[in-house]
């Protein structure tokens, strides 16, 4: 019966998936840059830290949490859609990996979101530079693993 909902709702679910990715990747993209000209340009600033801390808040509660979950919600409902994944082949495990690995990203910057409101930052500018390519990687993992599953 569940199986049969599914197979019916697929393309919607699908659909939702997709749009809730594409924003958690824009809000993904985004926080690293926020905290590389937060941690290099508004110390000492409280007039610039603050508008920074309100920035990063409501990206990632506002944005990111809510797009995470539901990304996860529709792509465990892809899952469980009969016959849309083989977990004999490579790919689901590929992208699998991908995703948990930007999930703990996502923990991270929110980790570091909460050093920020602390006032107690330690990670230097050009980390967080780095940490931004990081998304990138596994996104390019992931859509590769879906699109062209190459194994």
């Excluded at 600033?45 to 990063?56: A, N, Q």
């Excluded at 990206?59 to 899952?79: D, E, H, K, S």
Aim: glycine share 8%; charged share 15%; no cysteine.
């Amino acid at each position: 019966m569940i199986g049969d909902f599914l197979t019916f709702a697929y393309p919607t679910v699908k659909s939702l998936h997709v749009i809730a990715m594409v924003a958690w990747m824009a809000g993904m993209f985004y926080l690293p840059r926020l905290f590389v000209y937060h941690a290099e340009q508004a110390a000492g600033e409280p007039k610039l830290e603050s508008t920074f801390r309100t920035m990063e808040r409501r990206l990632l509660r506002a944005i990111m949490n809510p797009a995470m979950i539901a990304t996860w919600i529709f792509g465990l409902m892809l899952v469980f859609t009969p016959g849309v994944v083989d977990w004999h082949q490579g790919w689901p495990w590929g992208k699998a990996l991908g995703v948990l690995g930007m999930s703990g990203v996502h923990g991270w910057l929110s980790k570091q979101r909460k050093a920020f409101e602390a006032g107690t930052n330690t990670v230097s500018g050009r980390t967080y530079r780095m940490v931004n390519e990081i998304p990138t990687v596994l996104l390019i993992l992931i859509v590769v693993m879906v699109i062209a599953r190459p194994f």
